[in-house]
C-alpha cells in the first residue's frame, strides 16, 4: 500500500508541474527531486529519534500523521485547463452544432526534426489565441444531436480506448520509448543491487560499520546537488536531455564497475559521491527526457511504463546480486555484473532518438517504392 500510494503521488506531482510550468519545467523538476533528497537526509535521524521516544507503535502513528499533510499539499495542486483542453471542446462541439457560433483559432505546431525525438520544450500543439462563445457550447452540448453523436463516437472508439488509456501505441510509434524502458529495466536492476550491498561491501574490505554508513551520507548529498544541477543544465539547452539521462547512467554504471577494484576508504567515498551525483541526475532527467520522447499529451502513461519497468529491475536486481554472493563469497562479481547492464542502459538511451530516424527512414523508402511501383502500372 505504502509503495501504491508513494507510485502515484509522484507520477501525478510530475504531470501536474508539467501543467504548470513549460520554459522552465527542467528546472522545476530538479527541485521537486531536491526536495525529496532533503527528505532522505532528514527522515532517518528524525525516525531514530522518534523510536527512542514512543517506541515503533508510536513512531509509525507520528510518520503517519506527517506523511498525511501530502494530502493537503495534493489538494492545493490543482490541475490546469489547458488550452488544449479548450480547444478540444471546441472542435467537438463546432462538428455537432454547424450552426452554432464557435470560433477557435489555433495553432503553431512543432514538428520533429528529422525524425529524432521532438525538441525540449513544445512537443504538442501551441494554441496561440482562442475564442468559444459557451453559451452556444453548453446548449449544443446537450442537445439530442450531440448525446447521439457522442453515444456512435464512443461506440466507434471502444475497440481501442483500452489500448490508448495504457499507452500501448507508444511501444509502435516511438521506438526509442520502448529502448528507453528496456534501459530502465538494466538500470533499476544494477542501482537497486548497488545500494543493497554499498555498506556490506565496504565492510569487507576493513572498514568500520560507522565508517560505512557515511558512505550513504555522501551517496545523499551529492544527489542533492546532482538534481538541482541537471535541471539548470537542461534549461540551458546545452544538451538534449536525452542524451544528459544516458550519459549519467553510464557514469553511474561506471562507478559501480569500479567499485570492487579500490579498498581505500578515500576513494570509496569519490565513487560514493559519484554514484549520488549521476543517480539524483538521471532520476530528474527522466520525466524530461520521456517528456522530449513522447510530448505532454503521452507524459502520464509513459512516466507509468517507464516506473514499471524500473521496478521490475528494482525487484529482481537485490535477490541476484545476494545470490551471486552466497556463490562466490565475495560482491565482485555482483557489482561487475550489474555495472556493466547499467552501463548498457545508459548506451542504449544514448542511441534511442536514432531509432525513430531510422524509421522515418524507412518510412520515407517505403513510399517511394510504392509510388514508383504505381507510376510504374
Given amino acids: 500500500m505504502i509503495g501504491l500510494g508513494m507510485g502515484m503521488q509522484v507520477v501525478a506531482t510530475i504531470l501536474l508541474i508539467s501543467q504548470y510550468f513549460d520554459k522552465k519545467y527542467p528546472i522545476a523538476i530538479g527541485l521537486f527531486y531536491a526536495g525529496v533528497s532533503m527528505g532522505v537526509l532528514v ?28 494530502v493537503v499539499f495534493g489538494a492545493l495542486m490543482k490541475p490546469l485547463e489547458t488550452t488544449r483542453m479548450k ?29 529524432v525525438c521532438p525538441p525540449t520544450e513544445h512537443q504538442d500543439e501551441i494554441i496561440s489565441t482562442e475564442r468559444c462563445d459557451i453559451g452556444d457550447i453548453e446548449e449544443k452540448h446537450n ?25 500501448l501505441h507508444l511501444f509502435v510509434t516511438k521506438p526509442s ?13 544494477g542501482n537497486s543491487s548497488a545500494l543493497s550491498h554499498l555498506i556490506a561491501r565496504a565492510v569487507t574490505t576493513g572498514t568500520s560499520t560507522f ?12 544527489g ?12 540551458l539547452k546545452i544538451a538534449s536531455a536525452i542524451i544528459l539521462l544516458g550519459a549519467s547512467i553510464t557514469v553511474y554504471g561506471l562507478a559501480i564497475l569500479v567499485n570492487p577494484l579500490t579498498d581505500i576508504y578515500g576513494v570509496l567515498v569519490m565513487l560514493a559521491c559519484i554514484l549520488g551525483f549521476s543517480q539524483g541526475a538521471y532520476q530528474a532527467l527522466v520525466p524530461i527526457g520521456l517528456r522530449e520522447c513522447v510530448g505532454e ?29 552466497d556463490t562466490t563469497g565475495n560482491y565482485t562479481a555482483a557489482f561487475f555484473i550489474t555495472g556493466a547492464m547499467v ?19 524507412i518510412r520515407q523508402q517505403l513510399t517511394h517504392e510504392v509510388k514508383d511501383a504505381t507510376v510504374e502500372l
Fill in 224 to 235: 542533492l546537488f546532482g538534481r538541482l544541477l541537471i535541471g539548470y543544465v537542461v534549461w
Fill in 87 to 115: 480547444k478540444r471542446e471546441c472542435s467537438i462541439n463546432t462538428d455537432v452544432a454547424e450552426d452554432s457560433f464557435v470560433e477557435c483559432h489555433s495553432i503553431h505546431s512543432v514538428s520533429e526534426t528529422s525524425g
Fill in 211 to 222: 565508517d560505512a554508513t557515511l558512505l550513504l551520507s555522501a551517496f545523499g548529498c551529492s
Fill in 43 to 70: 527522515t532517518p535521524p528524525l525516525y531514530h529519534f522518534l523510536l527512542n521516544m514512543y517506541g515503533w507503535r508510536g513512531a509509525l502513528l507520528i510518520i503517519g500523521a506527517i506523511n498525511s499533510n501530502n
Fill in 343 to 361: 552501463i548498457v542502459g545508459g548506451v542504449l538511451i544514448i542511441v534511442s532518438p536514432y531509432a525513430d530516424s531510422c524509421k522515418c527512414k
Fill in 177 to 189: 520509448f520502448s529502448i528507453i524502458c528496456i534501459a530502465q529495466f538494466l538500470e533499476g536492476f
Fill in 297 to 325: 499529451k503521452d507524459l502520464g502513461v509513459a512516466v507509468g511504463w517507464d516506473y514499471f519497468f524500473m521496478g521490475v529491475g528494482y525487484l529482481l536486481g537485490p535477490p541476484f546480486s545476494g545470490w551471486l554472493f
Fill in 143 to 167: 442537445s439530442p444531436k450531440a448525446i447521439s453523436a457522442g453515444t456512435h463516437n464512443n461506440k466507434r472508439q471502444t475497440p481501442t480506448s483500452i489500448a490508448s488509456y495504457l499507452g
